[in-house]
């Protein structure tokens, strides 16, 4: 069952550990687990490993959830780490907040229509 705690969990050990190969499938497939995973997700954007933090902070922005806005932040105007493929950590934490800012204005629409 999609979306149940086993769902999460797995999601997760394989996001950690980097098991599945394509791992933006994954850090969007985290993002689905609002509000649950922000406080994971936001102690991924600590971790040594640039790649970590970089998905960490890509996940964070596609839940939409405000709280993870000063860690985005953050990571764009501090964070100079550099994953594996040559990904900016700052540069995914700018695209973040775009999608987060997005994803806002949207509930915002819907809301204002509703």
Do not use: C
Not at 82 to 89: A, K, P, Y
Not at 93 to 102: I, N, P, V
């Amino acid at each position: 069952m999609i979306g149940n705690d086993a769902a999460l969990a797995a999601l997760w050990d394989a996001f950690e550990h980097r098991t599945f190969f394509r791992i933006g499938y994954l850090a969007s497939a985290l993002a689905t687990f609002t509000p649950e995973v922000i406080p994971a997700l936001l102690g991924a954007t600590e971790s040594d490993d640039p790649d970590m933090r970089y998905w960490a902070a890509v996940a964070l922005g596609s839940t939409g959830d405000e709280s993870a806005v000063p860690t985005l932040e953050r990571l764009m105007a501090d964070d100079k780490g550099v994953t594996v493929f040559d990904g900016w950590v700052s540069v995914a934490a700018k695209k973040a907040l775009r999608t987060q800012r997005r994803i806002q204005a949207a509930i915002a629409a819907r809301d204002s229509t509703g």
